[in-house]
């Protein structure tokens, strides 16, 4: 009787134990990424590996300029509500393996690659093409596609055993790039939202050639298990367009572009308004300068940001749902300007099967959707509210 008393209490004991250590594992798990977003800022290249050279500069040295200035603007505008993991903050060589594993360790909630465009020395095209493209990862559907994502890719042949490393993925075959056909689905509307954002901007923003939006197997892309593009701001091969790429103030309007549209996916992912991108008007420094000249100010504007740019508490988590109303599909996605959107703003997109369903606003209650479709209504009379959670259709 004892003994059986005794073991009553031991395991009311152990019980017990295993429920307060429950709870202090579930306390020392981290939030889901509800109040922080996390984004992973690579620069392409770096080291040892150039990327594409051109006359007066490097590919490799854009590109970490480039994604400095963004970190660091958008850090500013969100203070702790975002953190910006680099892939690297210095000139030095990473593989495409080890990007791929810091964006994985720190559970990014978005991967956004840097990289400055080039064509081949033989190609005719060379001193005159132009333009800015984002790509998201997929199968190419043109020569063009293919070409970039497999120069991009080679960098991987300067690591000791890639053909172990990359498990036989071979950067300079076109049968390798197969993989990628059926790989992007689970992140691709969110992928193609923000390169589609990033992509406008480039143009509007930065003054870019629009060379648009645009799907190839970058491997990088692949390994990172979130939603990711992959941006070439421009090509290093065209004299004028490697002055821009250059130029301190090129660097400044890239970066405001791709901030911009980081802004507002960031903002609208974890439930606040979007803060200004400060933009810097000293253009006659270098960028590293221009640079510390901003940390320095952070102190003497801070009093200021507090008002200014004070956040508002946090409306809806990620993995809430928002509600919004769905007025059209599309089998292609649509410019801002679309005749099809019979000017409606405040659009948006999500994915569905290969297919673009396009809705309007965007509501923590369904009763608010509800009460705005009326108006939808008046132009597209087939409006319905929908449901949506992480970029996904759920009941209402
Ligand atoms: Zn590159």
Same mark, same amino acid.
């Given at each position: 009787?004892?003994?059986?008393?005794?073991?009553?209490?031991?395991?009311?004991?152990?019980?017990?134990?295993?429920?307060?250590?429950?709870?202090?594992?579930?306390?020392?798990? +981290?939030?889901?990424?509800?109040? $922080?977003?996390?984004?992973?800022?690579?620069?392409?290249?770096?080291?040892?590996?150039?990327?594409?050279?051109?006359?007066?500069? &490097?590919?490799?040295?854009?590109?970490?300029?480039?994604?400095?200035?963004?970190?660091?603007?958008?850090?500013?505008?969100?203070?702790?509500?975002?953190?910006?993991?680099?892939?690297?903050?210095?000139?030095?060589?990473?593989?495409?393996?080890?990007?791929?594993?810091?964006?994985?360790?720190?559970?990014?909630?978005? *991967?956004?690659?840097?990289?400055?465009?080039?064509?081949?020395?033989?190609?005719?095209?060379?001193?005159?093409?132009?333009?800015?493209?984002?790509?998201?990862?997929? /199968?190419?559907?043109?020569?063009?596609?293919?070409?970039?994502?497999?120069?991009?890719?080679?960098?991987?042949?300067?690591?000791?055993?890639?053909?172990?490393?990359?498990?036989?993925?071979?950067?300079?075959?076109?049968?390798?790039?197969?993989?990628?056909?059926?790989?992007?689905?689970?992140?691709?509307?969110?992928? @193609?939202?923000?390169?589609?954002?990033?992509? !406008?901007?480039?143009?509007? =923003?930065?003054?870019?050639?629009?060379?648009?939006?645009?799907?190839?197997?970058?491997?990088?892309?692949?390994? &990172?298990?979130?939603?990711?593009?992959?941006?070439?701001?421009?090509?290093?091969?065209? +004299?004028? $367009?490697?002055? *821009? /790429?250059?130029?301190?103030?090129?660097?400044?309007?890239?970066?405001?572009?791709?901030?911009?549209?980081?802004?507002?996916?960031?903002?609208? &992912?974890?439930?606040?308004?979007?803060?200004?991108?400060?933009? !810097?008007?000293?253009?006659?420094?270098?960028?590293?300068?221009?640079?510390?000249?901003?940390?320095?100010?952070?102190?003497?504007? =801070?009093?200021? =940001?507090?008002?200014?740019?004070?956040?508002?508490?946090?409306?809806?988590? +990620?993995?809430?749902? @928002?509600?919004?109303? $769905? *007025?059209?599909?599309?089998?292609?996605?649509?410019?801002?300007?679309?005749?099809?959107?019979?000017? /409606?703003?405040?659009?948006?997109?999500?994915?569905?099967?290969?297919?673009?369903?396009?809705?309007?606003?965007?509501?923590?209650?369904?009763?608010?959707?509800?009460?705005? /479709? !009326?108006? @939808?209504?008046?132009?597209?009379?087939?409006? *319905?509210?929908?449901?949506?959670?992480?970029?996904?259709?759920?009941?209402?």
């Amino acid at each position: 009787m004892k003994s059986i008393k005794f073991s009553y209490i031991l395991f009311s004991c152990l019980v017990s134990l295993i429920v307060i250590l429950s709870n202090e594992i579930k306390a020392a798990t +981290p939030k889901p990424a509800g109040k $922080q977003f996390v984004l992973v800022l690579d620069a392409g290249h770096g080291g040892k590996d150039s990327g594409a050279v051109g006359r007066i500069t &490097t590919e490799k040295t854009i590109n970490l300029d480039v994604s400095l200035l963004v970190g660091r603007k958008l850090e500013k505008a969100f203070g702790d509500k975002l953190k910006v993991v680099y892939t690297r903050d210095k000139d030095k060589y990473l593989s495409l393996m080890e990007r791929a594993k810091i964006a994985n360790k720190s559970h990014g909630n978005f *991967f956004v690659s840097i990289h400055v465009n080039s064509l081949d020395k033989r190609n005719r095209n060379r001193a005159t093409i132009k333009g800015a493209s984002v790509y998201t990862l997929g /199968l190419h559907k043109s020569a063009d596609n293919l070409d970039v994502a497999q120069r991009e890719n080679a960098v991987m042949t300067l690591d000791d055993n890639f053909e172990e490393t990359y498990e036989g993925f071979d950067p300079h075959s076109a049968e390798s790039y197969i993989i990628f056909e059926f790989s992007q689905n689970l992140h691709m509307a969110q992928s @193609v939202r923000l390169a589609d954002e990033i992509q !406008n901007r480039l143009i509007t =923003e930065a003054g870019r050639a629009d060379r648009g939006v645009r799907q190839a197997g970058f491997w990088v892309l692949w390994a &990172t298990g979130m939603p990711s593009v992959l941006v070439e701001l421009d090509f290093i091969c065209n +004299p004028d $367009q490697e002055k *821009f /790429l250059d130029s301190s103030e090129g660097k400044e309007k890239m970066a405001n572009a791709i901030a911009g549209a980081l802004s507002k996916y960031i903002a609208s &992912t974890i439930g606040v308004a979007a803060p200004a991108i400060e933009k !810097n008007t000293r253009t006659e420094n270098r960028v590293e300068e221009a640079l510390k000249t901003q940390a320095v100010e952070v102190a003497e504007d =801070e009093v200021l =940001e507090s008002t200014e740019t004070a956040q508002p508490e946090v409306k809806v988590q +990620p993995s809430e749902k @928002v509600y919004k109303i $769905q *007025f059209l599909t599309s089998s292609k996605k649509l410019r801002d300007s679309a005749p099809e959107l019979k000017g /409606l703003k405040n659009v948006d997109f999500y994915m569905d099967h290969n297919v673009y369903k396009y809705t309007y606003g965007s509501y923590s209650k369904k009763d608010e959707a509800q009460a705005e /479709l !009326n108006n @939808v209504r008046k132009t597209f009379k087939e409006a *319905f509210v929908i449901a949506l959670r992480d970029g996904k259709r759920v009941d209402l």
